[in-house]
Nanobody, 123 residues
Framework: QVHVVESGGGLVQAGGSLRLSCTTSGRTFSSDDMGWFRQAPGKEREFVAAIRWSSSTYYADSVKGRFAISRDNAKNTVSLQMNSLKPEDTAVYYC?????????????????WGQGTQVTVSS
């Protein structure tokens, strides 16, 4: 059975930082592409960042330069360091995993999803 579990959400003031973590089990983590997505109230879920099994990284334009995704294959963990947070970053953040494939790493084309963790940025 596959589990994807996020942690690290919370409330932070604008300009502050948070670090999200995601751990998976039941899969060969080092062979997986990993992604972070978010969904704000009344909006569709959107791509935030992804890291391939090869450690290539991808970012949404809205977070580029502020967020950084990384992975630790020894701990089956992917992290999202979020700096210079803005109120518009407020959302539920989801971690997702998929078997490595050529395309679609920035789309919803993932096999497994976590339950999400709330990030709230106050102005």
């Amino acid at each position: 059975q596959v589990h994807v579990v996020e942690s690290g959400g919370g409330l932070v003031q604008a300009g502050g930082s948070l670090r999200l973590s995601c751990t998976t089990s039941g899969r060969t983590f080092s062979s997986d592409d990993m992604g972070w997505f978010r969904q704000a109230p009344g909006k569709e879920r959107e791509f935030v960042a992804a890291i391939r099994w090869s450690s290539s990284t991808y970012y949404a334009d809205s977070v580029k330069g502020r967020f950084a995704i990384s992975r630790d294959n020894a701990k089956n963990t992917v992290s999202l360091q979020m700096n210079s947070l803005k109120p518009e970053d407020t959302a539920v953040y989801y971690c997702a995993a998929r078997s490595a494939r050529i395309s679609g790493v920035t789309t919803n084309n993932y096999d497994y999803w976590g339950q999400g963790t709330q990030v709230t940025v106050s102005s």
